[in-house]
């Protein structure tokens, strides 16, 4: 087991509870909690082995993602009221599992020897459309489309990554920065409140 | 053509139905009526289908499936008045289709061998994501979240299937006993009004 | 580069422009916009490539819709005052992509020798399902389900491509007789204000 697949599993931890603390918040029942925080965890990587044509897509073929969410979505129930007081260390968490899912969809792209605009699109899709599934399922616009720094945190973290690859640097090292590079770009965007310019139609 | 196959067409037209009764509800036009429809019936297992790599998905290879939705649409806008003082008879149809979806789901997870907890969600999805993508299209948050034990009867129906087939029983034992621990989990939940807890974020 | 391919470019472009131009009213930014200009191009294609299993789906493996899709979401965010005095050429122009991508579909499914209906299927999805995920994304009721001709332009459109490929007459011919047979059905339609008539539940 690498270091790397420790990671992987974190992150989808984070997001199974950031989805499971959402859908309390909207009142579903546990059934509906589970499949929620389910789908914010894998739903990312689920499109990308879809659209890549990578099956069974991951989660079916290695138990630990059912393990890990299941464990992470008991524990968000339990915890509930203190992952509240905790909601700085969950959004620490959550950008950590964004920066993972990032690399995982760009190395995905690499390996499948995609040109790097699409291993960048991979990386993007892999870390942020599991909470686009999850908005739509919770019927909201997601997120992505308009607050936060969410994308373009991915898309810098993905450019990251590709060029320290390039470099043939050591991968470990790749890895520690480019997570660190997304962490960053989020942490100060949330810091200085920083949001893209909207373009309005006037 | 089997008894198991003949379920599985009824199972598809009961899903139409529902999902052109749905759609009408909404006054949508008739190719809507059509497409919602459709989706209803054959959006579970096509999810199932594609996150396995079932290719080309099922209907696309077998124009039964279009054939008897078309005429299930046709027939739920002729008799949409009298369908109504049907209604209980419409609830028990569907959830015959629920606890035949839900088998044809853990069977295909059976034979592709994946785990038993993966064949699990495998009838769930198959059974409820077609319901699923109906009202996300309608721009409703899925009944599957907030109401009724819908997908928890999928999931007692696909455990029982499991063990039975450990069990190394007759096949067409294990359908009917499925697909009435299904129907028998939903009507009791409908009448005793049971519904699982809701976990209030406070 | 055959006319077809320009024209299927044309089409993305077109699909694209009117994707950003719907992101741009909804305020969203920047990164938004272009998320939507590009599933509002390639979502429906994506589907359907998805569904009859051709991995990696097309824009995957063929960078020029990538940059078309940016060249033209740039554009749309320059001239967007402009366009909007232009909304009859746009109408056109997303109308002349309807055509073609309901071409593309149906060529997709004779090539893989489906029967006729899957084949109309295949091109009304390629065509309309972009716009279904646009508008699940902004969290509205698809406009297909209750407005406009939509889906049955292309579902004529389809037939009337399916027909004359019966007859072998030539390909270009067919090309543009069963695009400007779109073009005109929507035209019509939207001229003289026809809707399918909404089957109440009453």
Request: hydrophobic residues 55%.
């Amino acid at each position: 087991m690498t270091v790397f697949y420790i990671l992987d599993l974190l992150g989808t931890s984070a997001f199974a509870i950031s989805g499971a603390l959402f859908a309390m918040n909207k009142k579903m029942d546990p059934i509906g909690v589970f499949i929620i925080a389910f789908v914010t965890a894998v739903g990312g990587g689920t499109i990308r082995d879809v659209i890549t044509g990578r099956f069974p897509v991951v989660w079916m073929g290695d138990l630990n993602y059912v393990y890990i969410i299941s464990i992470s979505v008991v524990l968000a129930i339990i915890f509930r009221k203190r992952i509240s007081y905790l909601s700085k260390s969950l959004f620490l968490f959550d950008t950590i599992g964004l920066g993972i899912f990032t690399i995982i969809g760009t190395k995905i792209g690499i390996e499948n020897e995609f040109h790097p605009i699409i291993c960048v699109f991979l990386g993007t899709i892999s870390a942020s459309f599991g909470g686009v599934i999850r908005d739509i399922l919770a019927n909201e616009i997601p997120l992505i489309f308009h607050k936060e720094i969410y994308a373009t945190a991915c898309i810098i973290g993905s450019v990251t990554f590709l060029v320290l690859n390039q470099l043939r640097l050591d991968q470990n090292f790749n890895y520690i920065v480019t997570t660190l590079m997304v962490i960053t770009v989020r942490l100060i965007a949330v810091k200085f409140k920083l949001q893209l310019p909207t373009i309005y139609k006037n």
